[in-house]
């Protein structure tokens, strides 16, 4: 989605404002441009151009043909209006000396810009952005008000989700910021001052942070940032430091991002598990869900999006397992539409690597709304999902920059896993031999880990095999299942290559008639005690002509080989373990692959990072 960088202080913005921008590149975007303000001369300049930063970039050669102190920066994810020069950003008035960057969608701007149309205001642009520079214009020319006080009455009128960046000829020296349900963040540092999308664009100048809420404004300039609440009255913020190194944040050798995440999965798993683990029994230290409203629950809701998504649906049969409580796995963006049947005695946990994916947080919202309590697994420290939940458990994968998640996903996987064990014992559901069969394979996962990543080798060939074909089935029953399901998305978003993930028994429901002479079958059978029935599922499918390769553990590996055309192995653990190992050849399968096809793999077509827009 849409990246916002911004510098106001003593050096020359462009080149600042050009390097933020590479460092959100990650997200996903179509276009890129650059407002600068020049304080001596009243002047605004702006240049932006479709495609890649670099156009941009070697458009203005570094920056260096744009100067000035104060200016702000965008790469566009386009929603309204297709990816061109007029519809990137920043969006001007009519006069040009007022500049705008925008996240998110202001859903009332047919009716404003209809407005400013009849009062004679010419549009440029297709997006809804311009429509906040023409109004802040329309403001100060009609109300004769100040800039801030012109933003405020904009703000008053305008609907949606937004996080933007303002700069005005007028005002040199000064950006206002503003945010409503799309993420923005303030940095703040000896004789400049910054705002960004997220930490990753500011944090080689800065770790000193302010996490501005829901409708709260800002106003930075070289000397230090003024906060202001919803309704304009001045307010302090806290000022929170990050302990992301920048080195987290890039490709130290690695060809990919993906690749390095992939990599780094041992190490995140390390920082997930350890700290949580004391002489055998899972210790929360910071959770602080009240014992008695846990042992009330009747029910859990898993509410996210994507690979989180798929996070919630292995989980689902992880905690019915340990804590025989009902649970129920919801998209996110279909939460808040199906009236959900949710009480006070409902714990709804939000699963979201960035903190900050749209429709994860309106489900937390109307989570709440309905009584319910919020625990959040939350990588992203201090995003705007993890400050409104109840309780978060943070995942600690470091900073991930690869649009397809890796480390995210499992160290998700993780924290819920120790989550399961925890509520188990609490709740007196789990046997003392599961616990501490659970305990110890988590203890053990990272090692584990590193043994499968280090037979990388047979995944390349598995994939130099395969990577031609158009269409993939991935078969598997429960956590099998759940595993497929992350196994297919990792593969499509990627190497473009049509995937499903089905629960195996289903396949004979219809899908099966897709099964011809050489289609590709991924059969995933780590489960042991479902090792039977995934064997079948092989035969059932190699019966129609699939070519098989198969995923299970080395114990099972020989009876597997009898079946499948390929066999991939991963130790033997314990169950709550071996989704979090089986899907790291599935991770390595998509990766190859996609290198094999030539694709772009760390910013696949179409994807964004963080969706912020519903
Ligand atoms: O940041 P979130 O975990 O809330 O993101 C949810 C999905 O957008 C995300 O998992 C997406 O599916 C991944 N890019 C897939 O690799």
Same mark, same amino acid.
């Given at each position: 989605?849409?990246?916002?960088?911004?510098?106001?202080?003593?050096?020359?913005?462009?080149?600042?404002?050009?390097?933020?921008?590479?460092?959100?590149?990650?997200?996903?975007?179509?276009?890129?441009?650059?407002?600068?303000?020049?304080?001596?001369?009243? @002047?605004?300049?702006?240049?932006?151009?479709?495609?890649?930063?670099?156009?941009?970039?070697?458009?203005?050669?570094?920056?260096?043909?744009?100067?000035?102190?104060?200016?702000?920066?965008?790469?566009?994810?386009?929603?309204?209006?297709?990816?061109?020069?007029?519809?990137?950003?920043?969006?001007?008035?009519?006069?040009?000396?007022?500049?705008?960057?925008?996240?998110?969608?202001?859903?009332?701007?047919?009716?404003?810009?209809?407005?400013?149309?009849?009062?004679?205001?010419?549009?440029?642009?297709?997006?809804?952005?311009?429509?906040?520079?023409?109004?802040?214009?329309?403001?100060?020319?009609?109300?004769?008000?100040?800039?801030?006080?012109?933003?405020?009455?904009?703000?008053?009128?305008?609907?949606?989700?937004?996080?933007?960046?303002?700069?005005?000829?007028?005002?040199?020296?000064?950006?206002?910021?503003?945010?409503?349900?799309?993420?923005?963040?303030?940095?703040?540092?000896?004789?400049?001052?910054?705002?960004?999308?997220?930490?990753?664009?500011?944090?080689?100048?800065? @770790?000193?942070?302010?996490?501005?809420?829901?409708?709260?404004?800002?106003?930075?300039?070289?000397?230090?940032?003024?906060?202001?609440?919803?309704?304009?009255?001045?307010?302090?913020?806290?000022?929170?430091?990050?302990?992301?190194?920048?080195?987290?944040?890039?490709? *130290?050798?690695?060809?990919?991002?993906?690749?390095?995440?992939?990599?780094?999965?041992?190490?995140?798993? @390390?920082?997930?598990?350890?700290?949580?683990?004391?002489?055998?029994?899972?210790?929360?230290?910071?959770?602080?869900?009240?014992?008695?409203?846990?042992?009330?629950?009747?029910?859990?809701?898993?509410?996210?999006?994507?690979?989180?998504?798929?996070?919630?649906?292995?989980?689902?049969?992880?905690?019915?397992?340990?804590?025989?409580?009902?649970?129920?796995?919801?998209?996110?963006?279909?939460?808040?539409?199906?009236?959900?049947?949710?009480?006070?005695?409902?714990?709804?946990?939000?699963?979201?690597?960035?903190?900050?994916?749209?429709?994860?947080?309106?489900?937390?919202?109307?989570?709440?709304?309905? *009584?319910?309590?919020?625990?959040?697994?939350?990588?992203?420290?201090?995003?705007?999902?993890?400050?409104?939940?109840?309780?978060?458990?943070?995942?600690?994968?470091?900073?991930?920059?690869?649009?397809?998640?890796?480390?995210?996903?499992?160290?998700?996987?993780?924290?819920?896993?120790?989550?399961?064990?925890?509520?188990?014992?609490?709740?007196?559901?789990?046997?003392?031999?599961?616990?501490?069969?659970?305990?110890?394979?988590?203890?053990?996962?990272?090692?584990?880990?590193?043994?499968?990543?280090?037979?990388?080798?047979?995944?390349?060939?598995?994939?130099?095999?395969?990577?031609?074909?158009?269409?993939?089935?991935?078969?598997?029953?429960?956590?099998?299942?759940?595993? *497929?399901?992350?196994?297919?998305?990792?593969?499509?978003?990627?190497?473009?290559?049509?995937?499903?993930?089905?629960?195996?028994?289903?396949?004979?429901?219809?899908?099966?008639?897709?099964?011809?002479?050489?289609?590709?079958?991924?059969?995933? *059978?780590?489960?042991?005690?479902?090792?039977?029935?995934?064997?079948?599922?092989?035969?059932?499918?190699?019966?129609?002509?699939?070519?098989?390769?198969?995923?299970?553990?080395?114990?099972?590996?020989?009876?597997?080989?009898?079946?499948?055309?390929?066999?991939?192995?991963?130790?033997?653990?314990?169950?709550?373990?071996?989704?979090?190992?089986?899907?790291?050849?599935?991770?390595?399968?998509?990766?190859?692959?996609?290198?094999?096809?030539?694709?772009?793999?760390?910013?696949?077509?179409?994807?964004?990072?963080?969706?912020?827009?519903?």
């Amino acid at each position: 989605m849409c990246g916002i960088v911004g510098y106001v202080g003593r050096e020359q913005a462009a080149p600042i404002l050009l390097e933020g921008l590479s460092r959100l590149e990650y997200r996903g975007y179509d276009s890129a441009g650059v407002a600068v303000c020049s304080a001596g001369e009243g @002047r605004l300049e702006v240049a932006k151009a479709k495609g890649r930063l670099k156009i941009l970039s070697d458009m203005l050669h570094g920056g260096a043909d744009i100067s000035g102190t104060t200016g702000i920066g965008h790469t566009r994810w386009a929603t309204h209006g297709a990816p061109s020069d007029v519809n990137s950003h920043p969006q001007v008035s009519r006069s040009g000396r007022i500049a705008v960057v925008h996240n998110g969608i202001i859903e009332n701007y047919a009716e404003l810009k209809a407005f400013l149309k009849e009062q004679g205001i010419p549009f440029a642009s297709e997006t809804d952005t311009e429509v906040v520079a023409q109004l802040i214009e329309y403001f100060l020319e009609t109300d004769k008000v100040g800039l801030l006080e012109a933003v405020g009455r904009v703000l008053r009128r305008i609907e949606g989700a937004y996080a933007l960046g303002i700069v005005s000829a007028d005002v040199p020296g000064q950006i206002i910021a503003v945010r409503k349900d799309s993420p923005l963040i303030l940095g703040q540092g000896q004789d400049f001052h910054m705002l960004a999308s997220d930490v990753t664009a500011i944090i080689q100048h800065t @770790r000193d942070v302010i996490y501005l809420e829901d409708g709260e404004l800002a106003v930075l300039t070289t000397e230090g940032i003024q906060c202001y609440s919803q309704l304009m009255v001045p307010i302090e913020k806290k000022v929170s430091h990050v302990d992301w190194e920048i080195d987290a944040a890039e490709k *130290g050798g690695y060809e990919h991002f993906m690749f390095k995440e992939i990599m780094e999965q041992p190490d995140a798993l @390390r920082r997930a598990i350890s700290p949580r683990i004391a002489e055998g029994q899972v210790v929360l230290e910071d959770f602080h869900l009240d014992e008695a409203y846990l042992k009330s629950l009747e029910k859990i809701y898993i509410v996210a999006c994507g690979s989180s998504y798929h996070v919630g649906m292995v989980e689902k049969y992880i905690f019915e397992r340990l804590l025989r409580i009902p649970v129920e796995v919801a998209l996110a963006s279909e939460f808040r539409y199906m009236e959900p049947i949710v009480t006070q005695r409902t714990l709804v946990v939000v699963i979201s690597q960035s903190g900050e994916t749209l429709d994860s947080m309106a489900a937390l919202r109307e989570a709440k709304r309905l *009584g319910a309590k919020v625990l959040s697994v939350v990588n992203v420290v201090g995003s705007s999902i993890a400050r409104e939940s109840d309780q978060v458990l943070y995942t600690w994968a470091g900073p991930e920059i690869a649009v397809a998640t890796t480390k995210g996903y499992s160290t998700q996987l993780a924290v819920l896993d120790l989550l399961a064990l925890y509520l188990g014992r609490l709740l007196g559901t789990v046997s003392q031999e599961t616990y501490d069969q659970g305990v110890a394979a988590l203890e053990a996962l990272p090692e584990q880990m590193e043994r499968v990543l280090e037979r990388r080798e047979d995944i390349q060939y598995y994939a130099s095999q395969y990577f031609n074909h158009n269409s993939v089935f991935f078969i598997g029953r429960n956590l099998d299942y759940a595993m *497929g399901l992350e196994g297919s998305l990792k593969l499509k978003e990627i190497s473009y290559i049509h995937s499903e993930a089905y629960a195996s028994g289903e396949l004979k429901h219809g899908t099966i008639s897709l099964i011809e002479e050489g289609t590709l079958v991924i059969a995933l *059978g780590t489960c042991g005690r479902l090792f039977d029935k995934a064997m079948s599922n092989v035969a059932e499918v190699r019966s129609r002509g699939a070519d098989v390769l198969a995923l299970t553990t080395e114990s099972r590996q020989e009876d597997m080989a009898h079946a499948a055309s390929g066999v991939i192995t991963i130790p033997d653990a314990a169950e709550i373990a071996l989704p979090s190992l089986g899907v790291v050849p599935l991770q390595l399968f998509a990766y190859y692959v996609a290198l094999m096809r030539g694709c772009d793999i760390d910013k696949p077509r179409n994807l964004a990072k963080s969706v912020t827009v519903e």
